[in-house]
């Protein structure tokens, strides 16, 4: 898919909805080189350090969690309508066992500012370089919140990524 280069702001609440609903995909090499894409519904786009940033939230026991200790890089693909199936299928199967890509039908074309994979046929792609990371503290959180996401332990790590692109398709807003 074309896209050009847009503010990283452009397109933030469409952004959001769909990663509180089918999700975002989240890009990063293994060690290998092999692509990977896990599917996310938690994270912030915002402004730190003076830089714009992406957070994201991966706990220990995914795939992608290897993948981005090793380079140090991801991207966020936010899905049109039509990958519905595809992000459903990448946020119940691990990168550990195959190749989603070729599972989903997806193109992978690595970033042009980070080592990391992005999926062709995503309306909007940013490109991140991790600048910090840092893990959840289960007695530094709110009760309720521990009770509810972490039952079994498996605290996230938070990945700070420092937003190097962003690229949306000029028809993104109707494809989302
Ligand atoms: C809608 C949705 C949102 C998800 N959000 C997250 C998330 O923010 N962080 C996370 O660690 N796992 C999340 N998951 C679970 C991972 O996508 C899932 O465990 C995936 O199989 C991991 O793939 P990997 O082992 O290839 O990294 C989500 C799953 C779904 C379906």
Known sequence: ????????????????RVMTGRGLLLGSYDANRKPNVMTIGWGQ?????GKPIWTVL???????????????????NVPGENLSLAAAECGSTSG??????DACKLTEQQGANVFAPTVAEC????????VHRNDVIPDR???????GAYVDGDYHRVYFGHILATRAATDAGKLL
């Not at 898919?1 to 959001?16: C, S």
């Not at 786009?45 to 350090?49: D, F, N, Q």
């Not at 991966?58 to 966020?76: A, N």
């Open 96 to 101: 550990r066992d195959g190749n989603k890509f």
């Open 141 to 147: 959180l709110a009760d309720e919140i521990l009770s």
């Open 58 to 76: 991966v706990r220990p026991s995914r795939y992608t969690y290897q993948c981005i200790e090793h380079t140090g890089c991801f991207t966020v």
């Open 1 to 16: 898919m074309e896209r050009q280069n847009v503010d990283y702001t452009a397109y933030y609440a469409d952004v959001m």
């Open 123 to 130: 309306p909007i792609v940013y490109e991140c370089q991790v």
């Open 45 to 49: 786009i915002g402004y730190i350090w």
